[in-house]
């Protein structure tokens, strides 16, 4: 099926109405007035009929091209909702979609080397990658020839542009968030500082009021946000660089970082020192059977598991306590196969 510039933005607009977590089932009077407001500014049907939106419905679930998305109706709630929670709408890029993106990236790559921009590099490389690739490849080579990393589905993400006005404003939130540990809906009063990708996850740093203590907290773990009107002042010792300088994973821990060192089996160590485990990593010694390398980095239980995850190619050297805690867990992993 061949899909119009038009049609594919009001299916990707119907797509994230369908997985937004803060307005959940949309009727179909809300999926028309998101779709208008984002083709032509304005919701008074002047534009999208519901007659389209159901069409558009339609389509979404029969149509093989577009993944027959399953779309039910919830008569209780009057609205509707995927039945697979996993699911993302996958559209093809529309040639207006390249030149788009083409245009964005040549304008973001003059800036790739200042400070400001430093980290969106690797981003920026993977686009225009990604676009030379697809510019060149024709329809019947999708899938057979080249395949790119798949990302899962990601919910929260329209959490995105209210978090990030509210931290631009300094003003205090209250959050409804129910976390992985109980499933237990709880609220906190913060005050956000920062918005940080993570494994394909976004995450919340933030302060919580009353507990005198910062949190990270997944948006897909948010249900709910409301501006409490209230302003505050940042903390002047919150500083991105300091905390993440020297921290492993998305956590913010606290104490001061440890030098580790490991031993690194020969093969395992070209693949490090082409990705190190960290930007403090070091080669300090070569040895016939491997490397020694060290890593300065405040231990996290993401830390750990990293390591864990390498099985019998590297060796914790020192400190003890860390060497101790991961025998330990080796230990446990091995004692379930007895």
């Known amino acids: 099926m061949a899909l119009n510039k038009y049609a594919t933005i009001r299916y990707r607009v119907i ?4 997985r937004s977590r803060s307005h959940p089932f949309p009727s179909k009077e ?3 007035q998101a779709c208008e407001d984002e083709l032509y500014g304005t919701s008074s049907g002047e534009h999208i009929s519901i007659s389209t939106i159901e069409k558009d419905l339609w389509a979404l679930k029969n149509e093989s091209s577009l993944g027959y998305a399953p779309i039910v109706y919830n008569k209780a709630e009057n609205g509707y909702l995927y039945s697979n929670s996993e699911f993302s709408l996958d559209l093809p890029l529309t040639k207006e979609d390249i030149e788009l993106i083409r245009l964005a990236t040549t304008t973001l790559v003059q800036f790739k080397d200042s400070q400001v921009f430093s980290d969106l590099e690797t ?3 993977k686009i225009q990658g990604r676009l030379n690739v697809y510019q060149h490849m024709g329809k ?6 080249i ?3 798949s990302a899962p589905a990601f919910s929260g993400s329209e959490h995105l542009a209210c978090l990030l006005d509210n931290i631009r404003n300094n003003h205090e939130i209250k959050l409804k968030y129910v976390p992985f540990a109980d499933e237990i809906q709880r ?3 913060v005050q956000p500082y920062l918005l940080q990708e993570h494994k394909n ?3 919340l740093i933030c302060y919580e009021v009353g507990s005198d203590k910062f949190r990270t907290l997944g948006l897909d773990r948010i249900q709910g946000i409301e501006n409490l009107g209230k302003e505050f002042s940042p903390k002047e010792e919150f500083n991105p660089e300091v905390y993440y300088r020297y921290s492993f994973g998305i956590g913010i821990y606290s104490g001061k970082p440890e030098s580790i060192k490991l031993w690194v089996e020969t093969i395992q ?6 990705q190190p485990i960290h930007e403090t990593q070091q080669i300090v010694q070569e040895e016939e059977d491997g490397v020694i390398i060290t890593l300065s980095l405040i231990p996290s239980p993401e830390f750990i598991m990293h390591i864990l995850s390498y099985g019998p190619r590297i060796k914790i050297l020192s400190p003890d306590t860390i060497r101790q805690e991961v025998k330990n867990l080796h230990q446990k992993a091995l004692d379930l196969y007895m």
């Open 201 to 203: 996850r976004w995450y």
């Open 140 to 145: 019947k080579d999708s899938g057979k020839i």
């Open 187 to 189: 609220e906190y009063t």
């Open 123 to 125: 981003a920026i490389e």
């Open 269 to 274: 160590a070209k693949y490090l020192k082409a």
């Open 15 to 18: 797509d994230r109405c369908l």
């Open 30 to 32: 809300l999926l028309r």
């Open 147 to 149: 395949r790119f990393e």
